[in-house]
């Protein structure tokens, strides 16, 4: 099935219509992908309500700036999720800078990079089975590489803060994120 | 110079967001004038996908879509278009209509002109703030490795040519405060395109040799690496180089010693 999937996990482009105010367009862009934008801010900012007013500005920001997309350099999805984590992290980093964040340490680092498994009406049997062959592709990876990868990507931290945290050389670390984002860019190129 | 594999590794790092400042900024000044790496660039972008995928969805509560739509309404997207401007039938309005075209055409004309004079003037300032930015980590590395050098705790450790390479040799200056040191390489023979060379500190609390970087080798033999957050130096049993495939692995693959010694 893995040969079959469509890395772009887009339908169509919706954003083209939203960029000219199709209302109804917008409407379907929410549905088909907010609980994919929502699950990405909870597991960044793990506090519920935080998640839900930066999916706000997401979609926002979307509808203010649909004309900014460009579908050759990648789908909806993509740039949604590029907005919701870019601000997702800076929600986070101006958490940290409050203090409202104590128990970093806490954070699940091991195996899966997803910690809700919680299932909903979206979750329909296509989206599964794209998100089964994410996963093993995902799972193909060391562990050591996918958990400094998530640091990255979840929290937003730098090379330096990954190899501090993890207490390895800087080195190490960033050939083990390189040699992750390698196999996973590979592992794309393997589902076209 | 960068090579287009120090440009692809920084365009993997940049695209999950872990690049340095100076990494991305050259990346950046790179791309304009490189399809090959802004394929790469893309394509890793697409790969960070997969971390987002990776999640099961979560149906937000309803309340939100409320917010968001209250939020948008009647505001519209800058750029929409309203069809009833489209169309007038009045003859009048179509002169007028087809003098604007012809003088819309002519202006239209000359910014695509200015345009594309821009677009290289500005891809040149890139190119220089790149070179820029790139000397002015070459001056911050050489200024970390002259301290380093020169530091009173620093230590000296002799690497010596093992049996794939007997003339080979490194030294290794050790500065245990600042758990970081840079090591000079002499003698080594050239690595191969699709090979690096990649240097392991062997531990005495580890089982497992840890990489501390990669590092390539032209004609003349010589290469230096500077590694930054080293473990303490009473857990550093050793330090060899191997031989692996581009970029480094997470494990030697061969136990080839190009150069070794204890510390």
Redo the contacts between chains.
């Keep these: 099935m893995i040969a079959a999937m469509d890395?772009s996990?887009e339908p169509s482009s919706l954003l083209p219509a939203?960029?000219?105010?199709d209302m109804a367009a917008?409407?379907q862009l929410?549905d088909r992908h907010?609980?994919?934008l929502?699950?990405?801010l909870?597991?960044i900012l793990s506090n519920a309500d935080d998640?839900?007013e930066v999916?706000?500005e997401t979609?926002?920001k979307a509808?203010?700036?649909?004309?900014m997309f460009d579908a050759v350099?990648?789908s909806d999805?993509?740039w949604l999720?590029?907005i919701a984590?870019s601000r997702g992290?800076d929600r986070l980093r101006s958490r940290k800078i409050r203090g409202d964040r104590e128990d970093e340490a806490g954070r699940e680092l091991s195996g899966?990079?997803?910690f809700?498994?919680?299932?909903?009406?979206?979750?329909d049997a296509i989206?599964s089975e794209?998100?089964n062959a994410?996963?093993s592709?995902?799972a193909e990876l060391?562990e050591?590489?996918r958990v400094a990868?998530?640091l990255?990507?979840?929290e937003?931290?730098?090379?330096?803060e990954?190899?501090?945290r993890l207490g390895?050389?800087?080195?190490?670390i960033?050939?083990?994120?390189?040699?992750g984002?390698?196999k996973?860019?590979e592992?794309?190129?393997a589902f076209r | 110079m960068m090579d287009h594999a120090q440009f692809d590794s920084i365009a993997a790092l940049d695209a999950i967001g872990a690049a340095t400042a100076d990494e991305s900024n050259a990346l950046a000044a790179h791309l304009p004038s490189c399809p090959d790496c802004r394929r790469a660039r893309d394509e890793y972008g697409e790969a960070t996908l997969m971390l987002a995928r990776d999640l099961d969805p979560v149906m937000p509560p309803p309340r939100v879509r409320d917010r968001i739509f209250a939020a948008i309404d009647g505001g519209e997207p800058a750029n929409v278009i309203d069809a009833r401007d489209r169309f007038n039938s009045s003859r009048w309005w179509m002169a007028a209509a087809v003098v604007f075209l012809a003088l819309w055409g002519w202006r239209e004309l000359s910014v695509r002109v200015t345009r594309e004079k821009i677009n290289t003037v500005e891809a040149e300032v890139r190119r220089l703030a790149g070179q820029n930015q790139l000397l002015a980590t070459r001056n911050e590395k050489l200024s970390a490795e002259m301290a380093s050098l020169a530091s009173r705790d620093t230590r000296t450790i002799a690497l010596t040519g093992q049996q794939v390479s007997p003339s080979a040799s490194a030294k290794v200056f050790l500065e245990p405060r600042q758990r970081r040191a840079v090591v000079f390489f002499y003698n080594l023979p050239a690595n191969a395109a699709d090979k690096s060379y990649q240097l392991w500190i062997l531990r005495g609390d580890q089982p497992k040799p840890q990489s501390a970087g990669v590092f390539d080798v032209t004609k003349s033999g010589a290469a230096s690496i500077s590694i930054e957050n080293l473990p303490l130096a009473t857990e550093i049993k050793g330090l060899a180089v191997t031989l692996e495939p581009k970029g480094g692995v997470e494990q030697p693959t061969n136990t080839n010693f190009f150069v070794a010694g204890n510390t």
């Design positions: 890395t996990f939203v960029a000219h105010g917008f409407e929410y907010s609980p994919t929502y699950a990405l909870l597991r998640a839900q999916l706000q979609f926002v509808w203010t700036n649909a004309k350099r990648g999805v993509a999720i590029s984590r992290i899966s990079f997803g809700i498994d919680k299932r909903t009406g979206a979750d989206q794209e998100r994410v996963r592709a995902l060391p050591a590489q990868l998530a990255a990507y979840f937003g931290l730098s090379q330096s990954i190899a501090e390895e050389p800087l080195g190490t960033k050939t083990r994120m390189q040699l984002m390698k996973l860019r592992r794309l190129k």
